[in-house]
């Protein structure tokens, strides 16, 4: 990446990182309380996550989930992104 970062981008390693986990299960939590459970299918220059087999929850109805299949979530509305990865043996 070129010039300065904005202190809400990720830098280079974390793109990397991104990169590195597409096709495994993601749950990403976003600023307005929902969690949306689903696999990591892209992400573009402006760092938007697509998720595909998606599940959306919202925890004010008691954890009830529904399936929303694929959905873009903009960067800016991202508060945590868990990636389910194996770590590999030392």
Partial sequence: ?????????????????LASTLSKSYRISISDGRIFNGNLACLDKQLNLVLVNTEEFRLGDGYMGRYVGMVMIPWKWVVKAEAEIEWEKV
Wanted: hydrophobic share 35%; glycine share 12%; aromatic share 6%.
């Fill in 1 to 17: 990446m070129n010039g300065p970062q904005s202190p809400l981008s990720p830098g280079p390693a974390a793109v990397s990182f």
